[in-house]
């Protein structure tokens, strides 16, 4: 199973999505499910203790590319594998997950950052970087991979949770 969301306690955490996307995986694993987790390398998250595992990927957006990186850690106190997204010009400027408050869809930027890490993650699963029999999307942040997943013929099951 992939969990793919915008938060991850400890790492990147605004809020319950946060928890949830740390606490349902490491049970999972601790019950024998091969499981891992990606959420995007906003720039607080230093790659420093983290382990490149692909670079120079293009993701094909509406008009052009944008080129992602893919780094690899492990979630503090279990063996969950989180692999980060990374891309200077989406993730690198906020001081915190979300340019607002709260985690809705209020602003445009906001729509326009999720949308692409929607298919940043959509491009890594296509090409064999992450691999999965079932994603677990979570919340509206996620909302672009279930449809890219659903409308281009993915044999990967999904789950949306919102």
């Given at each position: 199973?992939?969990?793919?969301?915008?938060?991850?306690?400890?790492?990147?955490?605004?809020?319950?999505?946060?928890?949830?996307?740390?606490?349902?995986?490491?049970?999972?694993?601790?019950?024998?499910?091969?499981?891992?987790?990606?959420?995007?390398?906003?720039?607080?998250?230093?790659?420093?203790?983290?382990?490149?595992?692909?670079?120079?990927?293009?993701?094909?957006?509406?008009?052009?590319?944008?080129?992602?990186?893919?780094?690899?850690?492990?979630?503090?106190?279990?063996?969950?594998?989180?692999?980060?997204?990374?891309?200077?010009?989406?993730?690198?400027?906020?001081?915190?997950?979300?340019?607002?408050?709260?985690?809705?869809?209020?602003?445009?930027?906001?729509?326009?950052?999720f949308t692409f890490f929607s298919k940043a993650?959509?491009?890594?699963?296509?090409?064999?970087?992450?691999?999965?029999?079932?994603?677990?999307?979570?919340?509206?942040?996620?909302?672009v991979l279930v449809s890219l997943l659903r409308?281009?013929?993915?044999?990967?099951?999904?789950?949306?949770?919102?």
């Open positions: 199973i992939l969990f793919v969301g915008s938060e991850l306690t400890p790492i990147a955490k605004v809020g319950g999505l946060g928890d949830v996307m740390e606490a349902l995986p490491k049970a999972l694993k601790k019950s024998g499910v091969d499981v891992s987790i990606v959420i995007p390398r906003y720039g607080f998250i230093p790659k420093e203790n983290l382990k490149l595992i692909a670079s120079n990927i293009e993701v094909l957006l509406k008009n052009t590319t944008e080129k992602i990186s893919l780094f690899e850690t492990t979630l503090p106190n279990s063996e969950v594998k989180v692999y980060l997204v990374d891309n200077e010009d989406y993730w690198t400027h906020a001081p915190e997950p979300y340019f607002e408050q709260t985690a809705f869809a209020g602003a445009k930027q906001e729509i326009q950052r993650v959509y491009t890594l699963i296509q090409g064999g970087h992450l691999k999965a029999d079932i994603i677990h999307a979570n919340d509206w942040h996620t909302g409308h281009t013929g993915a044999t990967v099951k999904t789950i949306f949770t919102i």
